[in-house]
């Protein structure tokens, strides 16, 4: 049988979980890369000084059903260094909360972590229980249909109490999805909520224990590689060449030259997908749909001290700072930070709009600011350094009523497909959604092919 | 949080004049929008929220979420990026309320347009 090609643009998580699925299935695999480094919103870089500078706190969680198989597949599964099953919640004055997630079968284990607390009052562990019951209860269809709510209004509807949002939930919506509780859909925070309840391990967390470089895209390339797959990267595509039968011919390249296959991926950004498909597509409601999705901003700052100002080997959740989770890599993953003796610490800095306007400089000073009131051990270590990576448009905003308007990985043109978080898969825009979507891809692919 | 007990928390003192001299033409200029802290910053919304205070270690940063659609005959806006500009404060000494309200009356008129 003729060997088929596959291009896949884009050579984050979703574009790489494609191109795994279909290079098994014996398919030429290229991913084209505009960047000089591979990984998407999970890819990291090395600065003049030789440090990691990394686009986001990315953190893996006992849930993630399909990215974990992937990891293992491809070989680096065992660069994930897993935590103590515990929530952290940061407040000032060096006040931590631990929600502690018992050895017990799930949901009883979440119960005990969310009763046995200093975090919530009485009242509220009494809400929370029978509040958030009904997600454990109710399959993944009930959360699709909760996507005219924000999570903040559906919370209420619960009768859960507002407090819980403002100590919680709006921290994991700002560290999840960059927007707050009131802008976030109930959709993705419920369906996180129900794998959450079903399983265990679901919420345990898990630090890569170097950087994405070198732990997740090298095996991933590897692993493509050594099934005739290629990524090439600084390639820089302008547009889907659309034919007058209504197929992709192929990609033209900022170069002018053109690369055809059998069948094209987009596996970009929602804004990059955007401009690579041609004005006169639009015409279809299918894709006319990609630009009723928004984009959100984030930015991840890192800041290096000469000491360690923490001991906790975890993420840690706030409400009380311009950044809404963080981690002290040098603790966390130090195989790859613990090099200075000091703290690196991360940060992912949202709603990143309001700061956006500011230098970089103002913003770091901000974050340092509130970590010293978070850790006042930072108080005492000196800044050796810091640096902010701003990514204006992120993954797609998952607002209220966006849902409606995701597109399945299928396309009108026949040998053209989507992938990437923002496309019809059923977990939240993240790097298991982003896999979930990837192997969606492959499979519509692969199906077509088969199809002849 | 309070906005007080944030201006207590995360202000420096020698701002605290700055902050409430602010917070007063908040009010007067705009008494229906609501004063409440979101995402860790003082913030002020009506349907949404149009202006937040920034405090920082060289002064407070005032800012208005749609700051690039106002007119700037002061010329006091500063920033980068698609939509928020902000003034910044280092002094009470040296504020032009009248510039500053200029702004505030900008930033209802297209929070209410």
Known sequence: MQTRRVVIVGSGMAGLACAADLADAGVKVTVLEKRPVAGGKVSSWRDQDGDSIESGLHIFFGCYKKLLPFLKRVGAYQYINWKEHTILVAQANGKTHRLHFPNLPAPFSGIVAFSWNNLFTLSEKITNIPGLFVVYIRGLGYNKKLDRFSYAQWHKRRWMQQSVVDKLWNAISLSTGFIGAAEMSARPMTTVFHYFARSTNASKLGFLNGTPEKQLFEPMRRYLEERGGEILLNQKVKEVVIGEDELAKGLLLENDTTIEADAYIIAAPLHSARQLLPDRLRRYKFFDNLWKLRSVPVMNAQIWYDRKVCDEDNLFFTSEAIFSVFADLSITSPQAYDKHAGSLVSMAIAPAAPLWQLSDEEILDMAHADLVRLWPKVAEAKRLKGTLVRIPNSIYREEPGSDKYRPTQFTPIPNLFLCGCYTAQDYMASMEGAVQSGQLAAKAVLKSFSQG | ?113
């Open chain 2, 1 to 113: 949080m309070t906005v007080d007990e944030f201006v207590e928390a995360k202000v420096l003192p020698q701002y605290h004049d700055i902050v409430a001299m602010l917070r007063q033409l908040m009010h007067e200029i705009v008494p229906e929008a609501k004063e409440y802290i979101a995402y860790a910053m003082p913030s002020y919304k009506i349907n949404s929220i149009f202006a937040y205070i920034l405090p920082n270690k060289n002064g407070i940063t005032f800012s208005f979420t749609r700051g690039t659609q106002f007119e700037d005959k002061y010329g006091m806006l500063k920033g980068v990026g698609k939509s928020a500009r902000h003034v910044k404060i280092k002094s009470l000494a040296t504020v032009n309320q009248e510039a500053l309200k200029y702004y505030i009356k900008q930033a209802l008129e297209l929070e209410t347009s």
